[in-house]
């Protein structure tokens, strides 16, 4: 069973540049959730789809956004690029796993370095 | 606001000793938890979760206690070995799709 698949794994873009990363979720879930990971605070929630519709948000800006296809394949768009959208962003897909826990089954994630 | 706490952000155990990681929350509406463990240049791996209807769950060498009077978790790993070296985050929710993390632990199992 494939895992989570995030693209691309790196990037380098500059203030006010826009980025557009990509999910594939495990086979079958239809959640695909986004965190940002930065050093020293964790993993923020960003927004959460399901079966197309963002179902939760966090707290952040209206330049981050999201998106999600009927395949549950899901994009997240960060606008007007700034140096503190530095941070690698993960997104995850939910389902069971092992012992019928529900859990998230993270990706690899993409690393943004913004210039 | 930060509802889900990691206080220590490294510890360092001798291998073949218990690591115990820890965890604070506030929000009393939690009732499902899970601990991940991240290696670098990774994503976070799912480790154990817990459940607020129960005060412990075991898997293996990882044991994770939960008191909900305290709002706190804990993560016990026995024995502990070089290869659990790892940033170990928890997690709490209240619908099982919007997780909150808090900021990680930093293990080191020194040989």
């Known amino acids: 069973k494939a895992g989570v698949t995030q693209t691309p794994r790196y990037l380098i873009k500059t203030r006010g540049q826009q980025v557009t990363l990509s999910c594939s979720p495990i086979s079958g879930h239809r959640s695909v959730s986004w965190y940002q990971q930065t050093p020293g605070q964790g993993l923020q929630f960003l927004f959460e789809?399901?079966?197309?519709?963002?179902?939760n948000k966090g707290n952040f800006p209206g330049r981050f956004s999201g998106r999600q296809f009927s395949n549950s394949r899901s994009e997240m768009n960060v606008s007007t690029l700034e140096l503190g959208d530095s941070a690698l962003y993960l997104c995850?897909?939910?389902?069971?796993?092992?012992?019928?826990?529900?859990?998230?089954?993270f990706g690899a994630g993409s690393r943004l370095t913004v210039l | 606001d930060q509802q889900v706490k990691q206080n220590s952000p490294s510890l360092s155990v001798q291998e073949g000793r218990i690591s115990i990681l820890n965890c604070d929350y506030t929000?009393?509406?939690?009732?499902?938890f899970l601990w991940y463990k991240k290696y670098p240049a990774e994503g976070p791996t799912f480790l154990i979760s817990i459940s607020s209807i129960k005060d412990k769950n075991e898997d293996g060498r990882f044991t994770v206690f939960l008191n909900k009077s305290a709002k706190h978790l804990s993560l016990h790993i026995v024995p502990s070995q070089p290869g659990d070296s790892a940033v170990y985050f928890c997690?709490?929710?209240?619908?099982?799709?919007?997780?909150?993390f808090g900021s990680g632990t930093k293990l080191n199992v020194k040989p």
């Open positions: 995850a897909s939910g389902g069971l796993a092992g012992a019928g826990a529900n859990v998230l089954t």
């Open positions: 789809y399901f079966s197309e519709t963002q179902r």
């Open positions: 929000n009393s509406m939690f009732d499902y």
């Open positions: 997690a709490a929710s209240v619908d099982f799709n919007k997780f909150y």
